[in-house]
């Protein structure tokens, strides 16, 4: 433990303790509570996230994790959590987190710092305006949910399990896909390398955030290590992708001489953010557009995906949650698609998947640099270039923060209240962070999550797959370790209300009888 001189609010001068999680070497003494052994098990390819939270009961809300040369502060409070990512800027930055994932990501705004990030994050966000997320909702989301569905009721007929991991990672790869290049992967038919791209990348992200020795920094080593080679053939599969698309739409935009007209333009034909920073006619290198590209891409299949996957699994193990939100879409929707205006009715469904976010963060930690000496809040002094890992997973299941937090109760966030945010819990909630760095497609995430899952439990039931041990690890997010199977049924209520509807197609073809239309019998042939 190490003691800090600081001063209480009195003005007197006291200890602050940073409780220290030694990882002891294969020698060291056995008083360290065999930390090295799980370091080895959960740290290295692992549940990152698991370690922390056992630590945070021990030790308390803020301690220092060492890791060969490097040490962490772990952050698992609030308050502190507020100060450090409200502070980026100029208290903070990302710092290892640009360092293990320049790799990927390049100079992209998901890792840029300073100016560059300034100016990459002013040209990106008004792409993803109110119209722009309208049009998204009845052209992708919608679409590629539906598709969803169609191959979920060919195991409805089967009888065979479904991964739901697996076909909800494919769907909102081809969301994004479409959303940011008017690209259909269709990778819910056909299997797409990006996705196993995409995962490999991220994992190899973090396992250079833990790695004892940074090897990965000599280029000598990155071209014969496995796992760097690895990493490599994924970025560039990614990068080719990337660029092949920047290109065939670039040609397209030059031909049409096409330039954005007003603050919320959409091309109709192609409503893509590709399409829409390309017709901005904004003075940007191919590379960086590549690079900005590309962390939404990474960040907004990978992490949509995941959201989806808990929300679900949560409603698999609570049918009267289940049910209610069934009810609830049913009321809204009454058999149809959902709209963009239909969203902020879907009041309960949206408080499932704020509660799956809570329980299950995505990404599980944060991580910032001190750029200056800094007193956190409770007087802990830390020096400039410490990494700060903040704990989202630790605070949204601390239970000095949360009533009941290990439990899913999605009605713990009031149904007429504001949409759970860090701003209004006060940074108890920050599924997608906070502060200057807060993710900006957080609107999107969340639009596309509930209308894929307003969709999929309008027309099936779900039951958890029985004996299935459903374990975690970790990339950029919190999946499972083995797939999350299901067993899947066409909704009964479905049935009825394509009933319903042909029944009143069926009134009109009847309705001319009564106005003696002698064109009846012929329409009514046909109809049936």
């Known amino acids: 433990m190490e003691e800090l001189d600081a001063n209480d609010k009195n003005g007197r001068q006291e200890k602050q303790h940073f409780w220290h999680v030694k990882i002891a070497h294969k020698n060291a003494s056995t008083n360290q509570r065999n930390i090295s052994q799980l370091y080895r098990k959960d740290l290295l390819g692992g549940a990152l996230f698991l370690p922390l939270f056992k630590w945070f009961r021990e030790e308390g809300p803020v301690y220092r994790l060492a890791a060969g040369p490097r040490d962490f502060v772990i952050v698992s409070d609030p308050a502190v959590a507020k100060h450090v990512l409200r502070g980026y800027g100029t208290r903070y930055e990302k710092g290892l987190v640009a360092e293990v994932s320049e790799f990927l990501f390049g100079s992209g705004f998901a890792i840029a710092e300073g100016a560059l990030w300034t100016v990459r994050r002013r040209a990106v966000v008004p792409s993803l305006h109110k119209r722009f997320l309208s049009v998204m909702v009845d052209k992708v989301f919608c679409k590629c949910a539906e598709r969803l569905v169609e191959k979920l009721e060919t195991y409805a007929l089967s009888g065979e399990p479904v991964n739901m991991e697996a ?62 080679i690895k990493a490599e053939k994924a970025v560039n599969t990614i990068r080719n992708t990337v660029e092949e698309l920047i290109t065939k739409c670039k040609a397209i935009v030059d031909a049409e001489n096409e330039q954005i007209e007003g603050e919320e333009y959409v091309n109709e034909a192609d409503p893509s953010i590709l399409r829409f920073l390309l017709a901005s006619r904004e003075e940007v290198s191919s590379l960086q557009l590549r690079d900005d590209l590309l962390s939404m891409l990474v960040a907004g299949h990978e992490t949509t995906g995941s959201v989806l996957t808990w929300t679900i699994y949560l409603l698999s193990k609570d049918p009267v949650a289940l049910r209610k ?148 690890t970790t990339g950029a997010t919190i999946h499972t370790t083995n797939g999350l199977y299901m067993n899947v049924s066409l909704r009964k209520v479905e049935q009825e209300a394509d009933l319903a509807l042909r029944t009143t197609d069926y009134q009109e073809y009847l309705s001319p009888v009564f106005q003696n239309d002698p064109t009846c019998i012929q329409r009514l042939l046909f109809f049936f």
């Not at 990778?187 to 396992?207: G, N, Q, R, W």
């Not at 007193?375 to 410490?386: C, D, I, M, R």
């Not at 009941?404 to 909630?429: K, M, Q, V």
Request: proline share 7%.
């Open 167 to 228: 076909r909800f990672s494919q769907m909102t790869l081809d969301v994004i896909g479409l959303s940011l290049f008017n690209y259909n992967f269709d990778s819910l038919t056909s299997d797409s390398p990006v996705i196993d791209a995409v995962y490999t990348a991220l994992k190899e992200a973090e396992a250079r955030s833990t790695d004892l020795l940074p090897y990965w920094q000599i280029d000598l080593l990155c071209k014969i290590v496995p796992r760097q």
């Open 325 to 472: 939100a069934q009810d609830e879409v049913d009321r809204v929707l009454q058999g149809r698609l959902p709209r963009y205006e239909d969203v902020k009715e879907l009041k309960y469904l949206m408080r499932c998947i704020n509660e799956s976010m809570r329980l299950y963060p995505h990404p599980p930690v944060l991580i910032r640099r001190a750029l200056v000496d800094d007193v956190l809040p409770g007087n802990y002094k830390v020096k400039t270039g410490q990494d700060i890992m903040i704990s989202v997973y630790n605070i949204h299941r601390s239970p000095e923060v949360w009533d009941r937090a290990d439990e899913f109760i999605p009605e713990r966030f009031d149904l007429e209240g504001p949409i759970p945010n860090e701003s209004n819990t006060d940074f108890r909630f920050i599924p997608f962070s906070g502060g200057p760095r807060k993710c900006v497609g957080d609107q999107f995430a969340l639009l596309e999550a509930i209308v894929a899952l307003a969709i999929v439990i309008q027309k099936v039931d779900i039951q958890l797959v029985a004996d299935q041990k459903i374990s975690m």
